[in-house]
């Protein structure tokens, strides 16, 4: 497990040029410069050369960032902001002691055996996915915690890929991790993502996710644990890729205007034109910022509160303006972020995951 001391080169690479600045949401929102990476690298390189030490007040500027990696985009200097960001948490985590309860909460017997019960509890309202003698493709689907709580989603893929000769395997996944990951349980998410590797012992020929979030966590699992069975990334897609691919048709019983939501973790949404343009019925409208955060984001919304429902709200805007009949997105967690945020604007506006809203189109 690396150590904060062993980012200084990276943190001394950082040129102070604030280009940062012009993507972070939250510094477009608030100016402050320590929300940014710039400022929490002048702040985290002061740690690592012993000048200031890793506290509260630092901590408060770890949590106020959505992770959305938007400023390691337009870094000129290439620094992984969020590795950094997430060594810095653990190594301040380990000095608190609200970390054993963390920790507690978060271990395999809490969080992974409640997640296993819900999905027990949701068998029943699920359809098993068909076994097929000859498939044309294999896919390991990691469904991620949410849709292994909510039963909906596998009855969507059913329908979807009723008359497709695919074969979908679901290996015994654990969480991808990000939830540790954020909250500096550094342990717990590099024993999740040694465990998730494990599993991936079969041959497929995609390993599928339908959240963004998840999909992103398992390709970050090179930069924390040595391994020699990491998902291809030319393998990892999600359902949308791959329902492009097929260049399968839709057809909606009434005119429907549709707009999108880009979770901040997606790595390409070119798969999305592709699919409205085979949706009979079915107008698309680009909205404004369509792939700025839905800002939700875990934990952040709860100890950032204000910030994230300025977030929100101002996404439920972008979207109210499109005057579209449903927004669709493809991240579990962001479908929760823009129903608060219409719910809160008194908006009748449908939000649904591009699953469920192609699933109603299969005639
Ligand atoms: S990850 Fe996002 S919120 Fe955090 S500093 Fe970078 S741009 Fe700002
Ligand atoms: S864009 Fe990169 S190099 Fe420039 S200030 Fe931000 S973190 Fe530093």
Redo the contacts with the bound molecule.
């Keep these: 497990m690396k150590r904060l001391k062993d980012f200084e080169k990276d943190l001394n ?9 012009a993507a972070c949401p939250l510094y477009r929102m608030t100016a402050n410069e320590c929300v ?3 400022g929490k ?1 002048i702040m985290l390189h002061g740690v690592t050369k012993g000048d200031l030490k890793l506290s509260k007040n630092i901590n408060k500027y770890l949590d106020m960032c959505l992770k959305c990696g938007k ?1 390691n985009n ?4 290439g ?1 992984d ?1 969020c590795q950094i960001l997430n060594t810095a948490k653990y190594e301040y985590m380990k000095t608190t002691f609200v970390n054993k309860f963390v920790k507690f909460v978060q271990s395999r017997l809490v969080f992974s055996n409640l997640i296993s019960v819900f999905d027990l509890i949701s068998k029943p309202f699920r359809k098993p996915f068909k076994s097929v003698s000859k498939s044309v493709l294999r896919l390991v689907y990691f469904k991620g915690c949410v849709n292994r709580i909510f039963p909906q989603n596998d009855n969507y893929i059913n329908k979807i890929f009723k008359n497709s000769n695919i074969e979908i395997i679901t290996p015994k996944f654990d969480c991808c991790g990000l939830p540790f990951l954020s909250e500096g349980n550094m342990e717990r998410f590099v024993e999740v993502a040694y465990y998730n590797m494990k599993q991936l012992n079969v041959d497929y020929d995609y390993f599928v996710t339908d959240c963004a979030s998840c999909e992103s966590t398992i390709s970050d699992y090179k930069n924390y644990i040595d391994c020699d069975n990491f998902v291809n990334s030319e393998k990892s897609i999600n359902w949308g890729d791959l329902i492009a691919q097929s260049n399968m048709k839709f057809k909606f019983r009434k005119p429907l205007k549709v707009t999108f939501h880009k979770p901040c973790h997606l790595k390409s949404d070119t798969f999305f034109e592709k699919i409205m343009a085979n949706c009979e019925n079915v107008e698309y409208v680009k909205m404004t910022d369509y792939d700025s955060c839905c800002g939700l984001s875990g934990a952040f919304s709860v100890k950032n509160f204000n910030l994230s429902q300025k977030l929100i709200m101002q996404k439920a805007q972008n979207i109210i303006d499109t005057n579209a009949d449903v927004v669709i997105t493809v991240c579990p967690a962001c479908v929760l972020g823009l129903k608060q945020g219409l719910l809160l604007s008194g908006s009748k506006i449908k939000v649904k995951s591009l699953l469920e809203f192609l699933s109603e189109g299969v005639e």
């Design positions: 690479k950082c040129s102070k040029c604030g280009l940062c600045q940014v990476s710039k690298f400023c337009f870094c000129p200097s620094i902001v």
